[in-house]
């Protein structure tokens, strides 16, 4: 465990022994939980900590994550990343953690009640859903995602949860750029300003990553985002 938290401060981080034991708890049930569902490929400890505690931590380097009462919700969690490990760093924030798969949302439920986490909402519900509802649409400070979808289908799952003047947030791979490109057309459809840009190293991985930041500036339409599965088959893109 020691190897990974170490790399922690180059992402604005430093964890406490307390919350260092909350990593391991939350390591030892996904790998118990793991061995009876499929939550998530990584199986092995060593892989659980750098490509998803530390990968999760990345995030650390969005700009005032400290500020208090700041309201977070990520989407497609699955095991509840980047949203749980970037909740145990810091504490302060209220996380709304959203999946469809009940099975994922049953694990990301035991785990915040194993680690006591205060402020935190577990919801087996789609974003089109969530965005539509007058609990959830233009709620939240910083929606957030990784690796859930192709940028112009994320983008619709993500403004229409994000206050005006909040942030959303898409974790991305070394394609950020070429697939930012492509969400133009969404983002400003949706409200969405353009983005900027965090490369992130990661130790013992090549390939660059990106942190791929867009400040919400207008309201989103109350067309979108549209029904489920409507953002998937017939993403906001131009017509040629």
Known sequence: MKKWFNEAPQFN???????????????????????????????????????????SLTGGLIPNLDQPGLKMIDVGTGAGFPGLPLKIAFPQLELTLTDSVTRKTHFLTAVVEELGLPNVT??????EDLGQSADHREKYDIALARSVAFM????????????????????????????????????????????????????????????????????????????????????LVPKK
């Not at 577990?122 to 974003?127: G, I, M, P, S, T």
């Not at 974790?171 to 459809?189: I, L, Q, R, V």
Request: hydrophobic residues 40%.
């Open 13 to 55: 981080i430093t964890l406490s022994a307390e919350q260092i034991e909350q990593f391991e708890i939350y390591e030892r049930l996904l790998l118990d939980w793991n061995s009876k569902m499929n939550l998530t490929a990584v199986r092995d400890a060593e892989g659980i900590r750098q490509r998803h505690f530390l990968d």
């Open 122 to 127: 577990v919801l087996a519900d789609r974003a």
């Open 152 to 235: 112009p289908v994320l983008l619709e799952y993500l403004l229409p949860l994000t206050k005006v003047g909040g942030r959303t947030i898409c974790f991305k791979g070394d394609n950020a750029p070429n697939e930012s490109a492509d969400g133009a057309y969404a983002a400003e459809m949706l409200g969405g300003a353009k983005p900027t840009f965090l490369e992130v190293t990661l130790p013992e991985h090549d390939r660059q990553h990106y942190l791929v930041i867009y400040n919400k500036e207008a309201e989103t339409p109350a067309a979108y985002p549209r029904r489920s599965g409507r953002p998937l088959k017939k993403p």
